[in-house]
């Protein structure tokens, strides 16, 4: 992600961008992305002297033998890209726009009134899909029958309709629902930070000392996303108060107080590769989604959050779903924990059960 920290006058985004494969061939991807840099300042110019794009390769195989080569191609409307492929520094003057085209996981340098400040854009573009004829294996939960569905790695250039559309709706039947972890949905919204990016301050070094190693507030740069959230004072006073009330048998009371997302941060080693190196918040208006899924695919929908601990929390829910049921259905899990890379469930209920 762009980094917000830098001060005012480096307000640079650089977008997930557009990407497609120029060649699909058994042996040979050329992937092509177009990428637009934005000056969001009002009158600050802010140079770019280096642009790098650096690719990492995911299997489920060896990568032996396997080699890849990134190019980074400038396309300024008022200067043309250099025959060596050199990156001449260019200027992004004020509320202006220019753009690459590139491949994956593509690191900037930014250069202006606040110094050089390294800026990172990770883009995670899939080469292969999981065959989506391949039926999943039905489990019986009392209630209902649930699916676990395999995906690609979701990211941030997918979209849940359209994951629910390629994997979901060819194997649904009516009366299905349709279940989607919230920490894949966050990663699609891109609410995802790498460490380097976040400045932990005096609040998140402190209050992050006093929680569980497990806790993925335990560090000062987890802590630190949630200070960014809701603000360094509410961490504060939701810590001081949440330690009197637990002096006093009341547990829990400072993720009450410090808001919802201080339960949905996943930190670092929290997800699949390669966002186990990244800091995952918990997804943005998620109730919207799930409106949007039945208005476009007819299909119930929930974003969920649950564990092996048979803890479920159900984020959203469409308005001709029961909270109660879908707890039962998805107690045991059936996503997984652990790399099964099934973050979507269709719940088929049985007919003698009732939804609402």
Avoid at 150 to 160: F, G, M, Q, S
Avoid at 310 to 325: M, P, W
């Amino acid at each position: 992600m762009i980094d917000t920290l830098a001060g005012s006058a480096n307000k640079l985004e650089l977008t997930a961008g557009e990407w497609h494969l120029a060649i699909n061939e058994p042996n040979r991807y050329l992937l092509v992305g177009e990428m637009e840099f934005r000056n969001l300042t009002q009158r600050f110019e802010i140079m770019l002297p280096d642009v790098q794009a650096q690719v990492k390769l995911l299997s489920d195989g060896s990568l032996d033998g396997v080699t890849s080569q990134t190019k980074v191609i400038p396309c300024h409307e008022d200067a043309k890209a250099r025959a060596d492929d050199y990156w001449f520094g260019y200027i992004v003057k004020a509320k202006k726009t220019t753009k690459i085209k590139v491949s994956v996981d593509i690191q900037g340098i930014t250069y202006g009134p606040s110094g050089r400040i390294p800026r990172v854009r990770n883009v995670v573009v899939p080469l292969q899909f999981p065959n989506s004829d391949t039926a999943p294996t039905a489990r019986n939960v009392g209630v209902a029958e649930v699916f676990p569905i395999r995906t690609h790695i979701l990211a941030e250039l997918d979209n849940p309709v359209e994951i629910v559309k390629r994997y979901v709706l060819p194997r649904a039947n009516k009366g299905d629902i349709v279940a989607l972890a919230e920490t894949p949905l966050a990663l699609m919204q891109g609410r995802y930070r790498h460490p380097s990016e976040v400045k932990p301050g005096w609040a998140a070094k402190r209050v992050c000392l006093f929680f569980l190693p497990m806790s993925s507030l335990a560090t000062a740069c987890g802590m630190q996303t949630l200070v960014d959230v809701v603000g360094p004072w509410r961490v504060v006073a939701a810590f001081a108060l949440g330690a009197v009330a637990k002096v006093f048998g009341k547990p829990g009371v400072f993720y009450q107080l410090a808001g919802e997302q201080a339960r949905l941060i996943d930190d670092v080693t929290g997800t699949l590769p390669p966002f186990d190196q990244f800091i995952v918040l918990g997804p943005d208006n998620p109730q919207q989604v799930v409106e949007e899924i039945q208005r476009e695919t007819g299909l119930a929908a929930a974003i969920v959050d649950a564990n092996d601990l048979k803890a479920v929390k159900i984020l959203a829910a469409t308005s001709d779903l029961s909270v109660t049921f879908l707890e039962q259905a998805l107690r045991s899990n059936p996503a997984g924990n652990a790399d099964e890379r099934t973050p979507v469930v269709l719940i088929r209920p049985l007919p003698s059960k009732i939804l609402s």
